[in-house]
């Protein structure tokens, strides 16, 4: 059982316009959302969070958007540039959880041409 | 500055070798985490532990076993290494005070290799 899913493989866009990436979860406990990006060869990096009781959160060129009733969050970035590239993980977890464990998605490949 | 290293980058070895995967973080980290990455299918918990001699297996678990005995080693053991067990690897930690999102620093990652 898929929690949290991101149904876009990957995603190619050119330098400068926006791009968008989605990630859908079924669990409605879920108390925040996280973002990561992996280069290859090297660990997935924090990008961005956003809290359950926010719909928005800005970080720079990085906006995450959540919409509880759809069970659906974005990661919007503007403008996009080459050094973008790289697979981005959302992933999920319950604040009542101790162990700190998070639900990951599949992740989506984003290619930023120049 | 925040640091989790990987005993090693690139790993190979023989179908049915004991494989060690070994996992240093320097925070001070309650918790510790063993992912496995491949390609279509994300990243995928193995095991975790929340405290010194405390494990809990997480999604993937058959075929892997860990061990904490100090709060800032996690090591991952492949008890008898299989071809389907070729994948990257990746540890992680965090702690509950480090805010509300639980967020995890991983390593570098181990990409282990089975022939």
């Known amino acids: 059982d898929q929690q949290v899913k991101q149904n876009s493989p990957s995603l190619s866009v050119q330098e400068g316009r926006i791009s968008i990436l989605n990630c859908d979860y079924t669990?409605?406990?879920?108390?925040?959302f996280l973002w990561y990006k992996k280069y290859p060869a090297e660990g997935p990096t924090f990008l961005i969070s956003?809290?359950?009781?926010?719909d928005k959160n800005e970080d720079g060129r990085f906006t995450v958007f959540l919409n509880k009733s759809a069970k659906h969050l974005s990661l919007h970035i503007v403008p996009s540039q080459p050094g973008d590239s790289a697979v981005y993980f959302c992933?999920?977890?319950?604040?009542?959880?101790?162990?700190?464990?998070?639900?990951f998605g599949q992740g989506t490949t984003l290619q930023v041409k120049p | 500055d925040v640091k989790v290293t990987q005993s090693s980058r690139y790993l190979v070895k023989r179908t049915g070798e004991k494989v060690f995967l070994e996992c240093v973080q320097d925070?001070?980290?309650?918790?510790m985490f063993w992912y496995r990455q491949d390609p279509g299918l994300g990243l995928r918990l193995i095991y975790f532990?929340?405290?010194?001699?405390?494990?809990e297996k997480g999604d993937i678990p058959e075929g892997y076993s860990v061990s904490r005995e100090k709060k800032e080693r996690f090591s991952l053991i492949l008890e008898s290494a299989s071809t389907n067990q070729t994948s990257m690897y990746l540890c992680?930690?965090?702690?509950?005070?480090?805010?509300?999102?639980?967020?995890?620093?991983f390593g570098p990652g181990t990409r282990l290799t089975v022939l």
């Open positions: 992680a930690s965090s702690s509950p005070a480090s805010g509300d999102n639980n967020e995890q620093f």
């Open positions: 669990n409605s406990m879920f108390d925040y």
């Open positions: 956003i809290s359950s009781i926010k």
């Open positions: 992933a999920a977890g319950r604040g009542s959880s101790n162990t700190g464990k998070l639900i």
């Open positions: 925070m001070d980290h309650e918790n």
């Open positions: 532990s929340y405290d010194v001699k405390m494990k």
